[in-house]
């Protein structure tokens, strides 16, 4: 059975130039192997945070959003494991409708960032990372809230937990 390692992190972030900075902060607490998920309503910001992921990681490429090639992978520019970055919007059918990526197969040398795979991939890995993004209550206001969810053993001691510190 799947168990939450902490209780989720809830940060405040105050647009898009902090959101590229937390995905670049959170990088750092990522390996190999694992499962990011992000879930948020269009324009929430979870490509601008998967953005700041591969800054982080070190890929190669322009990390955009996969909307209309499904996946895109992004290898290393040095030592460190490749980004899959996946939009799973136009996919119904959940992971059997995924199986065609391999994600199973690239997820153990990989670190793999599902948007809109809530639902539809936690099948690959009993540990894994949500990662909700809400908009804040102002129409023009670009700040976002925040909740990060581990899932899995893998995560206890990982230090989310210092992501909701300034950065430094």
């Known amino acids: 059975?799947?168990?939450?390692?902490?209780?989720?992190?809830a940060l405040t972030v105050p647009g898009p130039d902090r959101m590229r900075e937390l995905g670049r902060r959170l990088a750092?607490?990522?390996r190999p192997?694992?499962?990011?998920l992000l879930t948020g309503e269009l324009g929430a910001g979870k490509t601008t945070l998967t953005r700041g992921i591969g800054e982080g990681l070190?890929?190669?490429?322009?990390?955009?959003?996969?909307?209309?090639?499904?996946?895109r992978v992004h290898p290393p520019l040095a030592d460190g494991p490749p980004l899959v970055h996946v939009d799973a919007y136009r996919l119904a059918g959940g992971l059997d409708e995924m199986e065609d990526l391999d994600l199973d197969v690239a997820l153990p040398e990989?670190?793999?960032v599902v948007e809109w795979g809530e639902g539809r991939v936690e099948e690959l890995s009993e540990e894994r990372l949500h990662?909700?993004?809400h908009r804040t209550a102002g129409a023009d206001d670009d700040t976002?809230?925040?909740?990060?969810?581990?899932?899995?053993?893998?995560?206890?001691?990982?230090?989310?937990e210092r992501l909701a510190e300034p950065a430094g």
């Open 58 to 71: 070190g890929v190669r490429g322009a990390v955009t959003s996969p909307t209309f090639v499904i996946a």
């Open 110 to 112: 990989s670190v793999v």
């Open 1 to 9: 059975m799947n168990q939450l390692s902490d209780a989720p992190v």
């Open 33 to 36: 192997g694992d499962l990011v």
């Open 144 to 160: 976002r809230e925040v909740s990060l969810t581990a899932v899995g053993a893998r995560w206890h001691d990982a230090g989310l």
């Open 28 to 30: 750092a607490l990522l």
């Open 131 to 133: 990662v909700v993004i």
